[in-house]
C-alpha cells in the first residue's frame, strides 16, 4: 500500500457534466499518473504530474485536465464529460531510487468507475 | 506504432501446478519490462520487473524471462495458489520514465482447484 486514496470511487454522470477524480497521496512521492484502463486497450496514460504545478500530457489526454497545486493531490477533470469516457481510471504513485528520475515501478490507488450516460 | 501484446487472453491451470504468461513486444529499443497482477475491482500490483542486460530474474514463486532475440518476454508462477487467479500484465519501458510505460492487455490466469 503506498498511501494512495481515490475519491470517488464510482459515480454516474451525465453527458456534458464535469467530472473531477481526485488522488490523494500520504508518502510525499514527486511523480503521479492518471490512466484510463478499458477492454482491449490495456491502461492508457491519460496526464501525469512531476511536480506541484508540473504537469504534462499522456497519450489519451484529449477531453481531459489535470491539476496538482499541492504534492498529495492530482486532480483529473473532464470538462464536459462524454459516454466515450465512461472507463475504469487509475491514479499511480512512481518511486523514484537514487540516481534515476523515476522507474517503472507504478503503485496504483483501487481504481475509480466512471459511467456517463 | 509500437505495441505490447499477449499470445493468449486466457489461461486455465490445475492448482499447484506452474502457471506460464506470455508476452510479445515490439519495440527494440525497449530496455524495462514489467509485470504486474490484478485482482478483480482492484489496482494492478507490480510483480517482478527485468532489464534487457539480464535473461532471467527471480522473485518468490515467480520468474520472468527475457528472450531480446525474438523479443519476447514470459512470467512463471510457480505451484500456483488460488490466490494467484488474476489478470496479469506485461509492460515495456525504458529511462525515459514510468510515463512511457507500454502496458500490454492482459492474460487472465484462472486457476482450477
Known amino acids: 500500500d503506498a498511501g494512495i486514496t481515490q475519491s470517488p470511487r464510482h459515480k454516474v454522470t451525465e453527458t456534458g457534466t464535469p467530472v473531477t477524480l481526485r488522488c490523494h497521496q500520504t508518502?510525499?512521492?514527486?511523480?503521479m499518473y492518471w490512466y484510463r484502463q478499458d477492454p482491449g486497450h490495456g491502461l492508457r496514460l491519460i496526464h501525469y504530474?512531476?511536480?506541484?504545478?508540473?504537469?504534462d500530457k499522456g497519450e489519451v489526454s484529449d477531453g481531459y485536465s489535470v491539476s496538482r497545486s499541492k504534492t498529495e493531490d492530482f486532480l483529473l477533470t473532464l470538462e464536459s464529460a462524454t459516454s466515450s469516457q465512461t472507463s475504469v481510471y487509475f491514479c499511480?504513485?512512481?518511486?523514484?531510487?537514487?540516481?534515476?528520475?523515476?522507474?517503472?515501478?507504478?503503485?496504483f490507488g483501487e481504481g475509480s468507475r466512471l459511467t456517463v450516460l | 506504432g509500437e505495441s505490447v501484446g499477449l499470445h493468449l487472453p486466457t489461461l486455465s491451470v490445475q492448482e499447484g501446478d506452474n502457471s506460464i504468461i506470455n508476452c510479445a513486444y515490439s519495440n527494440s529499443a525497449s530496455d524495462y519490462f514489467i509485470w504486474y497482477k490484478q485482482e478483480s475491482g482492484k489496482g494492478p500490483q507490480f510483480i517482478i520487473d527485468i532489464r534487457s542486460n539480464m535473461d532471467k530474474r527471480q522473485g518468490q514463486r515467480v520468474t520472468v524471462l527475457l528472450n531480446k532475440t525474438v523479443k519476447h518476454l514470459s512470467l512463471q508462477i510457480a505451484a500456483t495458489q488460488p490466490g494467484d487467479s488474476a489478470v496479469y500484465f506485461c509492460a515495456e519501458g525504458g529511462d525515459q520514465g514510468a510515463q512511457k510505460l507500454v502496458f500490454g492487455q492482459g492474460t487472465r490466469l484462472t486457476i482450477n482447484p
Open positions: 508518502e510525499n512521492h514527486r511523480y
Open positions: 499511480a504513485i512512481s518511486v523514484r531510487l537514487a540516481g534515476r528520475t523515476n522507474t517503472g515501478e507504478l503503485f
Open positions: 504530474s512531476y511536480g506541484v504545478k508540473d504537469t
